[in-house]
């Protein structure tokens, strides 16, 4: 979960002493609590009919996204429209981090799927993988992280191949011939 806090409004006054505006904070700072999961994920794509993992999204439909991925109850909309910069780009880089220390090693070429994620997808591969339904709330590139790891370690061993298997056997075979040899 990500907890941001929202700034308070600043109101504009005019200084007629030195003639200027001047601007001040009124009100206190709003905390918003946040998660990036698969409930977001199917909210947002409700909304949008879209998928929201390969799309491009403007910026209504990120701060939309932002709505989605809310905790806290009953946020008034103005409190959206005072998210800073710099809170929109804590919230992305959550978004976009890999809440994991599992790692994968890809050997050769992978081409990439040309299938939509969408958050039924997810659901089914949870499904797939027997992976219980609260998982939704993870942060979903966790989830998704778990996805994979159950996929690869169901799936049958790789095959080498042939280049692989004669580099092995030519390997082998030298090293039997070294420990067989006098002298």
């Not at 990439?112 to 998982?135: D, G, H, N």
């Amino acid at each position: 979960m990500l907890q941001i806090v929202v700034p308070p409004p600043l109101l504009e006054e005019w200084d007629e002493l030195r003639e200027e505006f001047v601007y001040h904070e009124s009100g206190k700072p709003y905390v918003l609590q946040l998660e990036h999961s698969l409930i977001s994920l199917s909210k947002w794509e409700e909304r949008h009919c879209k998928p929201f993992i390969s799309s491009e999204k403007n910026e209504e439909e990120t701060l939309d996204y932002i709505r989605c991925m809310t905790l806290t109850p009953h946020v008034p909309n103005e409190i959206y429209d005072r998210l800073t910069k710099e809170n929109i780009k804590e919230i992305l880089d959550y978004i976009e981090a890999p809440m994991t220390a599992t790692t994968f090693s890809d050997r050769g070429p992978k081409t990439p799927s040309r299938e939509k994620v969408t958050a039924e997808l997810i659901y089914y591969w949870m499904i797939k993988c027997q992976i219980p339904i609260e998982f939704q709330k993870w942060h979903l590139n966790k989830l998704i992280t778990l996805i994979r790891v159950c996929e690869v370690k169901d799936s049958p061993p790789k095959k080498h191949s042939q280049r692989e298997l004669l580099n092995h056997h030519a390997a082998v075979n030298a090293a039997r011939r070294k420990a067989h040899t006098k002298g």
